[in-house]
């Protein structure tokens, strides 16, 4: 029996593996952080 995450956009095996959602949660948050920082610094210019 498969898992409900293996029917959704992620049809793979072993797609609600705790360390392949920790490691996408990561770089997801780590890509919206560094775009924020990346704004504020160019539309502030705060060195």
Same mark, same amino acid.
């Given at each position: ?18 360390? +392949?959602? &920790? !490691? ?6 780590? =890509? +919206?952080? &560094? !775009? ?6 160019? =539309?502030?210019?705060?060195?």
């Amino acid at each position: 029996m498969s898992s409900d995450f293996d029917r959704g956009i992620m049809k793979f095996k072993g797609a609600d593996n705790p360390l +392949i959602i &920790t !490691l996408s949660a990561v770089v997801i948050l780590g =890509a +919206i952080l &560094t !775009l924020v920082w990346w704004s504020l610094h160019s =539309a502030y210019a705060l060195h």
